[in-house]
Nanobody, 126 residues
Framework: VQLQASGGGLVQAGGSLRLSCAASGRTFNSYSMGWLRQAPGNEREFVAAISRGGGFSTHYADSVKGRFTISRDNAKSTVYLQMNSLKPEDTALYYC???????????????????WGQGTQVTVSS
């Protein structure tokens, strides 16, 4: 699976951005999808995940609940992250990830059987 993230940029605090991640190579709807982020000097952290089926259950990090929304369009093989009420502490490189095991994304336990993209930079100014 190849993952291409886009949509990052510079935004003022309180603003919004929508990230997209286009997948190719394998059957998109076989994978749970998610977003991770890494700020300079920090470890990579979980942001949000959406399951591959069964009603597309979602999980969010506590720090983004109520502000970020993950969704997917299986027809377009794309996962989205709508980010509202952005804060300076949301500044990071955002990666999308794919796994057939949903908890690998939620628990940040990605293995060599999982996939992640190159990241898109989000910068929130105060």
């Amino acid at each position: 699976v190849q993952l291409q993230a886009s949509g990052g940029g510079l935004v003022q605090a309180g603003g919004s951005l929508r990230l997209s991640c286009a997948a190719s190579g394998r059957t998109f709807n076989s994978y749970s999808m998610g977003w991770l982020r890494q700020a300079p000097g920090n470890e990579r952290e979980f942001v949000a995940a959406i399951s591959r089926g069964g009603g597309f259950s979602t999980h969010y990090a506590d720090s983004v609940k109520g502000r970020f929304t993950i969704s997917r369009d299986n027809a377009k093989s794309t996962v989205y992250l709508q980010m509202n009420s952005l804060k300076p502490e949301d500044t990071a490189l955002y990666y999308c990830a794919a796994s057939v095991i949903h908890r690998h994304i939620v628990e940040m336990s990605l293995t060599t059987d999982d996939y992640w993209g190159q990241g898109t930079q989000v910068t929130v100014s105060s």
